[in-house]
């Protein structure tokens, strides 16, 4: 069965980084699309950074740009986001989202058929 874990979630301070971690499990591929997306409570589900094996593309949110990096290892089967400059307005569950079927990176959740359980970001201003 397909799993995906996060990890590196905590309290940080404004103005300081952290690194999250996706693990995936249960199966190989190559051409996958990962996805990283936030919720915090009252707002929508927001795309935050995506990573495509398929084209060697990456892609961000508008309100991380600069600021976040996404990358992966495979062979540790993880890919990473780290997040730096962090703001209180960053304070959300964060989710990685996995798409193993070749397709490349895509903005919207519905595209992506698995799911980690997430990790909670809380930035102190």
């Known amino acids: 069965e397909v799993q995906l874990v996060e990890s590196g979630g905590g309290l940080v301070q404004a103005g300081g980084s952290l690194r999250l971690s996706c693990v995936g499990s249960g199966f190989t591929s190559d051409d996958y699309a990962i996805g990283w997306f936030r919720q915090a409570p009252g707002k929508e589900r927001e795309r935050v950074s995506c990573?495509?094996?398929?084209?060697?593309?990456?892609r961000y949110g508008d309100s991380v740009k600069g600021r976040f990096t996404i990358s992966s290892d495979n062979a540790k089967n993880t890919v990473y986001l780290q997040m730096n400059s962090l703001k209180p307005e960053d304070t959300a569950v964060y989710y990685c989202?996995?798409?193993?079927?070749?397709?490349?990176?895509?903005?919207?959740?519905?595209?992506?058929?698995?799911w980690g359980q997430g990790t909670q970001v809380t930035v102190s201003s």
């Open positions: 990573i495509s094996s398929t084209d060697g593309s990456t």
């Open positions: 989202a996995a798409d193993l079927r070749g397709f490349g990176c895509y903005d919207l959740d519905v595209f992506y058929p698995y």
